[in-house]
């Protein structure tokens, strides 16, 4: 189990941080990775990370302005926020996918675990 937090609101060009924390260390084995959806939009990678954490992946509408990192000894995956834009507004997903290696050009069938989501409002 997944479980996103730190959603909310904020102006553009702010910082914000999410989390995800996962129920089983088995998570530690996995390629992570944070989606979104906006309104009317398909869902779409943002940003993945291999199981070791040294490799990371961004999309690049987010590229120089999020960061993903992980802590595997307590099975949280993060997404630093920065320099937000009204067009970051959408609902955030963690997600794993039961690989070592993140695909260079992440898929959501990739990805067979997910968060339920936290909402991310730039205004």
């Known amino acids: 189990q997944l479980v996103e937090s730190g959603g909310g609101s904020v102006q553009a060009g702010g910082s914000h941080r999410l989390s995800c924390v996962a129920s089983r260390d088995s998570v530690r084995y996995y390629c992570m990775g944070w989606f979104r959806q906006a309104p009317g939009k398909e869902r779409e990678a943002v940003a993945t990370?291999?199981?070791?954490?040294?490799?990371?992946y961004y999309s690049d509408s987010v590229k120089g302005r999020f960061t993903i990192s992980r802590h595997n000894a307590n099975n949280t995956l993060t997404l630093q926020l920065n320099s937000l834009k009204v067009e970051d507004t959408a609902m955030y997903y963690c997600?794993?996918?039961?690989?070592?290696?993140?695909?260079?050009?992440?898929?959501?069938?990739?990805?067979?675990?997910w968060g339920q989501g936290t909402q991310v409002t730039v205004s």
């Open positions: 990370i291999n199981a070791a954490g040294g490799t990371t």
């Open positions: 997600a794993a996918a039961r690989q070592f290696l993140c695909p260079p050009k992440a898929a959501l069938s990739d990805f067979d675990n």
